[in-house]
């Protein structure tokens, strides 16, 4: 006589569902890592820096020689849709709106006194402060330097502003 064996119980599928799992924790993480990236995208240090007076420059820099003078450079006007620093061209005007002594602020306004003219834009990574002089140091009759450092060095930038 011969016994029929017990028949085996069918195996257990856990091929999808450890892949739906896989899928939910890498969107997951991915979520809270983007979120991380863009709440914390503030984080890059913008810096500017008073430097050497160009010659022939007042002695005080906060009162300008006559403030009905035209200027004989023209500036186009800032962009509508942003007043972001990233996006100033040369010969449009910078505000500083941060804390005296603390990290600067700037936003794109109009050229007025007390504003600062952008002379030159360096696009392209940047290493800092010295880089940022360095750059700058050739370009006639600049005062102040502002640089913008991020983690994405393709989005780095130096301007070279003089004073109005």
Known sequence: ???????????????????????????????????????????????AAPTEPAAGAGADPDVSADPAEPTDVPSDPAPESSADPRFVKVGQCVRNEGPAGGKPKLLISDCAPKTYEVLRRVDGATSGEKDAEAKCAKVTGYTNWYFFDSELDTLDFVLCLKQR
């Open 1 to 47: 006589m011969t016994y029929a064996e017990d028949p085996a119980p069918p195996p257990k599928r856990r091929g999808p569902l450890i892949a739906v799992l896989v899928v939910l924790t890498l969107l997951v993480l991915g979520g809270g890592a983007t979120a991380f990236v863009l709440l914390d995208g503030d984080d890059a240090a913008p810096v």
